[in-house]
Nanobody, 122 residues
Framework: QVQLVESGGGLVQAGGSLRLSCAAS????????MGWFRQAPGKVREFVAA????????YYADSVKGRFTISRDNAKNTVDLYMNSLNPEDTAVYYC???????????????WGQGTSVTVSS
């Protein structure tokens, strides 16, 4: 059972940057594909970004490509999401996710954190 704890959410102005962090409890963290989803008010959860076990392959939703960067540190069991050029449409609760499948982590991951809220003001 992987436990995921997010941190780093908050309020930021449009055009600003924010870094989200996720700490995982699993000793075999490096075996998991890691990612981020988000859920905006009144909308369904959507995939944001994911990385393979090594961090060498990354995947992004079109809406964040070029603005967000996902990075992991297997020595620290952490995965970060660097968010730049934020706009009000990025306002959402962001969830850290994990799965042993590169496809499933981007579609229906088994493990979820509790979420951290990001609000971008215009």
């Amino acid at each position: 059972q992987v436990q995921l704890v997010e941190s780093g959410g908050g309020l930021v102005q449009a055009g600003g940057s924010l870094r989200l962090s996720c700490a995982a409890s699993e000793r075999t963290f490096s075996m998991y594909y890691m990612g981020w989803f988000r859920q905006a008010p009144g909308k369904v959860r959507e995939f944001v970004a994911a990385t393979d076990w090594s961090g060498g392959n990354t995947y992004y939703a079109d809406s964040v490509k070029g603005r967000f960067t996902i990075s992991r540190d297997n020595a620290k069991n952490t995965v970060d999401l660097y968010m730049n050029s934020l706009n009000p449409e990025d306002t959402a609760v962001y969830y850290c996710v994990a799965d042993t499948s590169t496809l499933v982590v981007r579609t229906a991951p088994h493990y979820w954190g509790q979420g951290t809220s990001v609000t971008v003001s215009s």
